[in-house]
T-cell receptor, first 115, second 114 residues
Framework: LAKTTQPISMDSYEGQEVNITCSHN???????ITWYQQFPSQGPRFIIQ???TKVTNEVASLFIPADRKSSTLSLPRVSLSDTAVYYC????????????????FGRGTQLTVWP | DTEVTQTPKHLVMGMTNKKSLKCEQH?????MYWYKQKAKKPPELMFV???????INESVPSRFSPECPNSSLLNLHLHALQPEDSALYLC?????????????FGPGTRLLVL
């Protein structure tokens, strides 16, 4: 399983764009990159997923360079309610159809948004 | 309906008690998961059920016993737990068990073992 490395914490102010970078040097060909958000005492929530280049949805953008050894989650114009832990995960589908499926949660990045 | 429900929300139990955590989803997902999360730590995978069969047991002690009665329900039976087992227990489900499948998490059960 490819492991991930993220900054432990980041601070921002309301209205700013936040970019959180994740390193995954051992990413495999079949691996996808997924980001989850978690508020205290709640389960993680899916934000975005990508394989290469750029993916955008109504919440965030995900930038993945050609070598795929890192990825950047971009949150536009953050608000106080975006204060949460953000996890970058790498998962493969090599065992799809069999009985295996794992997601490895790294330490995550605590994002704190200040007024 | 994209919701995973878990009961109870909170549970306090002694080391000699037997209790069960319950998880339910009605999204037609065929993979369900149990995670354990200690304070300020990431979730740690405990068990994976795929098509109602246990496919992964991440070396979890036998005092934790999972059960999947049907494709919508997942239980975690607890017996003779230790205080260090106190944690947030999260249930999740996904369409399939591939590593890139989006997992939908429940709100968790906060367990305290005295």
């Amino acid at each position: 399983l490819a492991k991930t490395t993220q900054p432990i914490s980041m601070d921002s102010y309301e209205g700013q764009e936040v970019n959180i970078t994740c390193s995954h040097n051992n990413i495999a060909t079949n691996d996808y990159i997924t980001w989850y958000q978690q508020f205290p005492s709640q389960g993680p929530r899916f934000i975005i997923q990508g394989y290469k280049t750029k993916v955008t949805n109504e919440v965030a953008s995900l930038f993945i360079p050609a070598d795929r050894k890192s990825s950047t989650l971009s949150l536009p114009r953050v608000s106080l309610s975006d204060t949460a832990v953000y996890y970058c995960l790498v998962g493969d589908n090599s065992d799809r159809g069999s009985t295996l499926g794992r997601l490895y949660f790294g330490r995550g990045t605590q994002l704190t948004v200040w007024p | 309906d994209t919701e995973v429900t878990q009961t109870p929300k909170h549970l306090v139990m002694g080391m000699t008690n037997k209790k069960s955590l319950k998880c339910e989803q009605h999204m037609g997902h065929r993979a369900m998961y149990w995670y354990k999360q200690k304070a300020k730590k990431p979730p740690e995978l405990m068990f994976v059920y795929s098509y109602e069969k246990l496919s992964i047991n991440e070396s979890v002690p036998s005092r934790f016993s999972p059960e999947c009665p049907n494709s919508s329900l997942l239980n975690l039976h607890l017996h003779a737990l230790q205080p260090e087992d106190s944690a947030l227990y999260l249930c999740a489900s996904s369409q399939d068990s591939g590593g890139y499948e989006t997992q939908y998490f429940g709100p968790g059960t906060r367990l305290l073992v005295l």
